[in-house]
Protein backbone atom coordinates (compact mmCIF):
# COMPACT_ATOMS: atom_id res chain seq x y z
CA UNK A 1 0.00 0.00 0.00
CA UNK A 2 1.72 3.21 -1.49
CA UNK A 3 -0.63 5.36 0.39
CA UNK A 4 -0.72 3.90 3.81
CA UNK A 5 -0.68 6.42 6.65
CA UNK A 6 -1.96 9.11 4.86
CA UNK A 7 -5.58 11.11 4.61
CA UNK A 8 -6.92 11.61 1.18
CA UNK A 9 -9.27 14.51 0.52
CA UNK A 10 -12.11 14.66 -2.18
CA UNK A 11 -10.49 17.46 -3.69
CA UNK A 12 -7.29 15.43 -4.38
CA UNK A 13 -9.28 12.58 -5.94
CA UNK A 14 -10.92 14.86 -7.87
CA UNK A 15 -8.47 18.01 -9.35
CA UNK A 16 -10.80 19.40 -11.99
CA UNK A 17 -13.21 20.83 -9.75
CA UNK A 18 -10.98 22.72 -8.72
CA UNK A 19 -10.08 24.00 -12.31
CA UNK A 20 -13.66 24.36 -13.18
CA UNK A 21 -14.44 26.61 -9.81
CA UNK A 22 -11.50 28.76 -11.09
CA UNK A 23 -12.63 29.15 -14.62
CA UNK A 24 -16.24 29.98 -13.71
CA UNK A 25 -15.08 33.18 -11.14
CA UNK A 26 -12.03 34.46 -14.14
CA UNK A 27 -15.28 34.23 -16.87
CA UNK A 28 -18.08 36.16 -14.21
CA UNK A 29 -14.76 38.50 -13.38
CA UNK A 30 -14.35 39.32 -16.86
CA UNK A 31 -17.42 40.19 -17.74
CA UNK A 32 -18.54 42.26 -15.31
CA UNK A 33 -15.70 44.33 -15.97
CA UNK A 34 -16.96 44.83 -19.40
CA UNK A 35 -20.57 45.89 -18.67
CA UNK A 36 -19.57 48.35 -16.68
CA UNK A 37 -17.60 50.36 -19.54
CA UNK A 38 -20.53 50.29 -21.82
CA UNK A 39 -22.62 51.57 -19.43
CA UNK A 40 -20.47 54.58 -18.65
CA UNK A 41 -19.91 55.01 -22.46
CA UNK A 42 -23.71 55.09 -23.28
CA UNK A 43 -24.72 57.18 -20.33
CA UNK A 44 -22.48 60.19 -20.54
CA UNK A 45 -20.97 61.04 -24.27
CA UNK A 46 -18.68 63.51 -24.23
CA UNK A 47 -18.09 66.43 -27.00
CA UNK A 48 -14.86 66.38 -28.21
CA UNK A 49 -14.41 69.64 -29.58
CA UNK A 50 -13.02 69.56 -33.35
CA UNK A 51 -8.89 70.26 -33.77
CA UNK A 52 -8.39 73.82 -35.53
CA UNK A 53 -6.27 73.24 -39.13
CA UNK A 54 -4.12 76.12 -41.39
CA UNK A 55 -4.28 75.68 -44.63
CA UNK A 56 -1.27 77.33 -46.97
CA UNK A 57 -0.73 76.77 -50.32
CA UNK A 58 3.46 76.32 -51.24
CA UNK A 59 4.98 77.10 -54.97
CA UNK A 60 8.00 75.66 -56.88
CA UNK A 61 10.40 78.41 -57.29
CA UNK A 62 13.91 78.22 -58.38
CA UNK A 63 17.24 78.00 -55.65
CA UNK A 64 20.18 79.27 -56.70
CA UNK A 65 22.51 77.73 -54.13
CA UNK A 66 25.82 79.35 -54.24
CA UNK A 67 29.63 78.53 -51.80
CA UNK A 68 31.59 81.88 -50.86
CA UNK A 69 34.92 80.49 -50.08
CA UNK A 70 37.92 82.92 -49.50
CA UNK A 71 41.26 81.25 -49.61
CA UNK A 72 44.95 81.27 -51.88
CA UNK A 73 44.99 79.42 -54.54
CA UNK A 74 48.36 77.29 -55.58
CA UNK A 75 49.28 75.78 -59.25
CA UNK A 76 48.73 72.75 -59.94
CA UNK A 77 52.55 72.11 -61.02
CA UNK A 78 55.87 74.00 -61.27
CA UNK A 79 58.12 74.51 -63.91
CA UNK A 80 61.45 74.59 -63.57
CA UNK A 81 63.19 76.85 -66.42
CA UNK A 82 67.21 77.03 -67.24
CA UNK A 83 69.22 78.87 -69.39
CA UNK A 84 71.53 77.55 -72.74
CA UNK A 85 74.27 79.71 -71.44
CA UNK A 86 75.49 81.15 -68.07
CA UNK A 87 75.07 85.02 -67.27
CA UNK A 88 73.68 87.62 -65.38
CA UNK A 89 69.93 88.45 -65.91
CA UNK A 90 69.16 91.91 -66.96
CA UNK A 91 65.73 91.96 -67.43
CA UNK A 92 62.98 90.14 -66.75
CA UNK A 93 60.05 90.19 -69.08
CA UNK A 94 57.35 88.56 -67.21
CA UNK A 95 55.16 88.96 -64.03
CA UNK A 96 55.10 86.33 -61.51
CA UNK A 97 51.94 84.00 -61.65
CA UNK A 98 51.65 84.74 -65.58
CA UNK A 99 50.58 82.70 -68.04
CA UNK A 100 53.38 81.11 -70.70
CA UNK A 101 53.28 79.62 -73.41
CA UNK A 102 56.38 77.66 -74.83
CA UNK A 103 58.97 79.54 -76.78
CA UNK A 104 57.45 82.99 -74.96
CA UNK A 105 60.83 85.28 -73.85
CA UNK A 106 60.75 85.07 -70.41
CA UNK A 107 63.99 86.89 -69.22
CA UNK A 108 67.28 88.84 -71.02
CA UNK A 109 70.68 87.51 -70.47
CA UNK A 110 74.17 90.09 -70.23
CA UNK A 111 75.35 89.20 -73.12
CA UNK A 112 79.02 90.26 -72.19
CA UNK A 113 82.01 88.89 -74.52
CA UNK A 114 79.38 86.43 -76.31
CA UNK A 115 79.72 88.30 -79.22
CA UNK A 116 83.52 87.84 -79.41
CA UNK A 117 83.80 84.47 -78.67
CA UNK A 118 81.04 84.19 -81.88
CA UNK A 119 82.95 86.28 -84.14
CA UNK A 120 86.11 83.76 -82.88
CA UNK A 121 83.99 80.66 -83.47
CA UNK A 122 83.14 81.76 -87.09
CA UNK A 123 86.34 82.74 -88.43
CA UNK A 124 87.46 79.07 -86.90
CA UNK A 125 84.57 77.89 -88.86
CA UNK A 126 85.53 79.14 -91.76
CA UNK A 127 89.34 77.81 -91.93
CA UNK A 128 87.74 74.15 -90.89
CA UNK A 129 85.38 74.12 -93.65
CA UNK A 130 88.73 74.49 -95.97
CA UNK A 131 90.54 71.14 -93.51
CA UNK A 132 87.56 69.33 -93.87
CA UNK A 133 87.17 69.12 -97.77
CA UNK A 134 90.43 68.18 -97.92
CA UNK A 135 90.77 64.31 -99.83
CA UNK A 136 91.30 61.61 -96.94
CA UNK A 137 89.95 63.49 -94.18
CA UNK A 138 87.51 62.53 -91.25
CA UNK A 139 84.83 64.64 -90.80
CA UNK A 140 84.34 63.53 -87.16
CA UNK A 141 88.72 63.37 -86.48
CA UNK A 142 88.77 66.89 -87.87
CA UNK A 143 85.87 67.55 -85.73
CA UNK A 144 87.72 66.76 -82.16
CA UNK A 145 91.37 67.71 -83.33
CA UNK A 146 89.82 71.64 -84.11
CA UNK A 147 86.84 72.58 -81.90
CA UNK A 148 88.18 73.48 -78.43
CA UNK A 149 85.46 74.86 -76.75
CA UNK A 150 81.64 73.63 -76.87
CA UNK A 151 80.38 77.25 -77.88
CA UNK A 152 82.32 76.45 -81.38
CA UNK A 153 80.67 72.84 -81.38
CA UNK A 154 77.00 74.70 -81.40
CA UNK A 155 77.68 76.98 -83.82
CA UNK A 156 79.15 74.10 -85.86
CA UNK A 157 76.12 72.69 -85.57
CA UNK A 158 73.76 75.27 -85.90
CA UNK A 159 74.98 75.68 -89.36
CA UNK A 160 74.17 72.48 -90.46
CA UNK A 161 77.62 71.61 -91.59
CA UNK A 162 79.15 68.09 -91.48
Known sequence: MANA?????????????????????LVLWV?????????????APEKVPLTQVAVETFYSE?????ISLYGKTAPDRDATISAEADGRITKVSV?????????????FIDKGDREAQLDRAEALCGSDNKNL???GRSRKKAFKEKWPTPWQKQIWLKRGQP
Open 5 to 25: GKKTTYFSQHPWIISLVLLVL
Open 31 to 43: GSGHSQESATEKS
Open 62 to 66: PVIRT
Open 95 to 107: RKGASVKKGDLLL
Open 133 to 135: RQP
